[in-house]
Nanobody, 126 residues
Framework: QVQLVESGGGLVQAGGSLRLSCAAS????????MGWFRQAPGKEREFVAA????????LYADSVKGRFTISRDNAKNTVYLQMNSLKPDDTAIYYC???????????????????WGQGTQVTVSS
């Protein structure tokens, strides 16, 4: 089973950019669908983006489509989330997660993911 560690969060002004990274340990990283979720204070965890094991298929929440890009480098056991045109509403703790068996129509469901990172804080100031 993989273990996940996120990095790259921080404080940025509205309109700015950040790139989050999620480093995975374990030799089976390339077999997992990877997802990014976020949770703002007082709100439920929500889906942000997901990518298939090969990187050939991606899915985005409507709220980030066109602004965020998910990618992965299986040689480096890392998945990325490039976030552009950030808004104050993007402020949250961002988590990466790994799923061994979720079908694409279930990628948005947190309970389809087997392993979670500890999260990284993203704060967007207005």
């Amino acid at each position: 089973q993989v273990q996940l560690v996120e990095s790259g969060g921080g404080l940025v002004q509205a309109g700015g950019s950040l790139r989050l990274s999620c480093a995975a340990s374990g030799r089976t990283f390339s077999s997992y669908t990877m997802g990014w979720f976020r949770q703002a204070p007082g709100k439920e965890r929500e889906f942000v983006a997901a990518i298939s094991w090969s990187g050939g298929m991606t899915l985005y929440a409507d709220s980030v489509k066109g602004r965020f890009t998910i990618s992965r480098d299986n040689a480096k056991n890392t998945v990325y989330l490039q976030m552009n045109s950030l808004k104050p509403d993007d402020t949250a703790i961002y988590y990466c997660a790994a799923s061994s068996g979720a079908l694409p129509n279930a990628w948005g469901r947190p309970n389809e993911y087997d392993v979670w990172g500890q999260g990284t804080q993203v704060t967007v100031s207005s």
